[in-house]
């Protein structure tokens, strides 16, 4: 059988293989359910969590919950890390609630985690891959990418792209005033990620902070009636407050669920190539991106950095694909 190069397997609509690693979170939910609900663009081979957000423990419960609410309990989960690298780990209870998902009550899934560990699962699936034929999404910190990376540095070469939340430049950290959480959370996973020369897309703080909620582009999701929306108003309602006092804001960001956007439907969003360097030394500054936007370094580009993005058409795409679910 031929091999297909990615573009040409999207201009023949075919849909982009994706595993999505995550750490949820509420943010993280609504863009497991975002991905699950649009499996015409979207093959999602496996979801693989980390430490993050919460405990591992309650990250892979809470992706077991999210692939059940979308009825998709065919797509395997796999637990990974439980601790960052090298850096003792922190956890976000203050904004995503100690269960990792404000606003709603949660149980025991029907179905759990595969037995093998999320590292094995990437190790084995992308040396097995064709060359350059796998995406992955990184919805938190990048602990079980880089362990892969370091046990099997081949296999860079079945990773088409890989996409991270994470990262700030012009709008300042959101955990410190340099750093976002994803990327103080684990650092030294994000350097090794970021030197393995792997297409990096960062999807930072810049553009997510610009995608915000409203009551109207709530109430269009509300209007939707169904378990899906239901769960994403409830969710939603708790988790942006926090961000919408602390900045000031008129609505709130969810993060995450841009990264599955940017998949779908990449012209929603502008960036540019540009060189980045992730610092990983003890002090003020642990986990802040130096994205050099105006070139000033004249170093060759190493990520692909977004600075902007449609806020309306994110809302019309996400509304559209809850409105799939049940």
């Known amino acids: 059988m031929t091999h297909l190069s990615p573009a040409a ?39 693989t969590t980390v430490a993050g957000n919460v405990r591992l423990d309650k990250t892979t419960r809470n992706a077991c919950l999210a692939r059940e609410w979308a009825g998709r309990e065919e797509v395997p989960v796999y637990a990974g890390a439980p601790t960052p690298l090298v850096r003792t780990p922190i956890y976000a209870e203050n ?17 759990g985690a595969e037995p093998s560990s999320a590292v094995e699962y990437l190790i084995d699936t992308l040396r097995a891959a064709a060359p350059q034929s796998i995406t992955l999404a990184m919805l938190g910190p990048q602990t079980n990418l880089a362990l892969a990376l370091i046990q099997a540095p081949d296999i860079v070469q079945g990773l088409e792209e890989v996409v991270v939340m994470g990262g700030a430049h012009f709008n300042g950290g959101n955990i410190t005033p340099a750093a976002e959480f994803n990327l103080f959370a684990d650092p030294h996973a994000a350097q090794v990620v970021l030197a393995s020369g792997v297409p990096l897309t960062y999807v930072p703080l810049d553009v997510t902070h610009k995608i915000l909620t409203s009551e109207p582009r709530l ?8 378990r899906a929306s239901s769960l994403v108003i409830d969710i939603l309602n708790e988790y942006v407050k926090l961000d919408m006092d602390h900045y000031g804001l008129p609505g709130g960001p969810i993060h995450d669920a841009s990264v599955i956007a940017y998949l779908l439907q990449p012209s929603l969003f502008q960036g540019r190539d540009l060189h ?15 994205a050099d936007w105006y070139g000033t370094l004249q170093q060759p580009a190493n990520v692909h950095w977004l600075g902007d993005g449609d806020a309306q058409g994110f809302f019309d795409l996400l509304t559209e694909r809850l409105g799939r679910l049940a």
């Not at 904004?95 to 179905?111: D, F, K, M, N, S």
């Not at 980045?276 to 130096?290: A, Y």
């Open 9 to 47: 397997r999207r201009r023949a609509g075919l849909p982009r293989e994706l595993i999505i690693d995550t750490d949820p979170g509420a943010d993280d939910v609504v863009a497991l359910l975002f991905a699950l609900a649009s499996p015409e663009a979207l093959n999602l081979r496996a979801i």
């Open 276 to 290: 980045l360097n992730i610092d990983t030394r003890e002090g003020p500054s642990l986990g802040q991106t130096l």
């Open 219 to 226: 109430a269009a999701i509300q209007a939707l009636g169904n």
């Open 95 to 111: 904004v995503h609630g100690q269960e990792g998902l404000p606003g709603i009550t949660v149980h025991t899934p029907a179905c």
